[in-house]
């Protein structure tokens, strides 16, 4: 079981749990706004664009050619960037914060 | 047991050997000549470059083949660039969004629910004008938050509201269109605002919106109503009837859905990215530039084109296999950047409950006859869909 928070652009906050699947579609079961995973996550759409804190994002792991080439063109992007339908929902990602760039 | 004509659901990749030498493609339109880019990286960098790459240039420019002889009017806000456009986008998303709700996927569940069981009941149905069609138009009145009483109008109106069987580009056919919209903003203009937010339309909103402070004009809803209506008109009849044709040779992928449903999406993804429903659309030059190493002149043309990107080797393995096992799959069927597909949340509602109510009721699929949708695009021939495909339905 992992616990995250997202922070959304309105400065709202959201603490959500879950144990499979990837970290879109927990943020999307839950309502985070600026989380839309239009694609259903198979990284076609970059409707679910998150910055990693910088503490953690080794933890997380950078971004696999595919989805780099999608972050490349937005204009939100910033190093600590990532597609959150790329991550997964597991013990590695438990007690961190995401912040939702839309 | 009668044999399936072959081939029915195969869609070749017409653009494969000129992506993987010049990356470019040549096409008239008009006597107003379109450089095509192919591949999938170069195309997202133009997509997303609106300043060097424009879409608010003369309206219909964009638009291959172009209608700027048939149309006057500016669709909105697709041909439109930042930073006018995100005024507009931001105001129309969250309507475009409503299709996630539970209450518009019971509604449209309904919909579809009657057009298969319709289809089941007849010994053969033509999947273009007598499914896609009439589902893709009563879908549109949930789209619009109007009665479904509208659909028949819409319906009457044929696939595509600019071409008829005499022309690609059939401006009588278009004036109806643009007709019938400046009625009903007369109409809405005319009646009260509703006072329940829940049962007002798309017109209504619209007539009663701001962007930048500044109340949409006549011409402005107009323009953005002829996109809800012309955008996700035949690319959304095409998406569904080549869906149906891939079931009919591929019918253990259909009974695979029903046993595991979670796979819908990814499925759904890979037959779009497949058949790629929309073949390509423009943009403008505002300057000199290079396009994959070639000469672009400032004011002409050059397409992104999504149905060859979305074959591109160097991103997709197996290009030309439907996958549904395809977990990544950053296909531009809706496009890519500032002007993604406003109706994609929608299309991909109508698909997805499409798929899993056929897999659950739908034992087998038989094409009857078929004729193919061949666009001619210069040097290019290719199948985007049909204009007749006539199947029998067997149910559960």
Known sequence: MAKVIFVTQNNGSMEVEGDSGSLMELAVANGVAGIDGDCGGVCSCATCHIYVDPADFDKVGAAQEVESDMLELDDKVTEYSRLCCQIDVSDQIDGMTFVVAN | MKAKPKAISQFDDAFSQKRSTSGLGDMDDQNDPVKMILGLKELRKVAHNCTTFQSGSTPGRIVIPSEVAIRDTRQIPFELDPPEHTGFRQLLNPWFKRPLDNAYQAKLQQIIDNTIDHALQ????????????????????????????RAQTWIDWGTHVFRSESSNLDADKANILYDYIDAEIDKTMAKTRPSVPTTEDLFSVLLNAEVDGKKLTKEQ??????????GGRDTVINAITNTIAYFSENISDLQRIANEPDIVNRAVEEL????????????VATEDTTVCEHAI?????????????????????????????????????FGFSHHNCLGATHA???????????????????????DENIEQLGEFSRKVGFNRLEVSLTAK
């Open chain 2, 272 to 283: 779009l990215r497949y058949f790629s429903p929309l073949t390509q659309m423009g943009r």
């Open chain 2, 122 to 149: 007849q010994n053969a149905i033509d999947i273009v004008a007598s499914f896609a069609l009439p589902l893709q138009s009563k879908a549109l009145t949930l789209l619009l938050n109007t009665s479904m009483d």
């Open chain 2, 221 to 230: 809803v107009k323009g953005v109503m002829i996109l809800t209506f012309a």
């Open chain 2, 348 to 370: 991909r509602q109508i698909l997805r409950q499409l798929v899993l109510t056929l897999a659950n009721k739908v034992a087998d699929i038989n094409v009857v006859s078929a």
């Open chain 2, 297 to 333: 002149k400032a004011d002409s043309r050059v397409s992104l084109c999504w149905a060859s990107a979305n074959r591109d080797e160097n991103v997709f393995s197996n290009p030309n296999t439907v996958d549904f096992d395809r977990k990544i799959n950053p296909h531009v069927s």
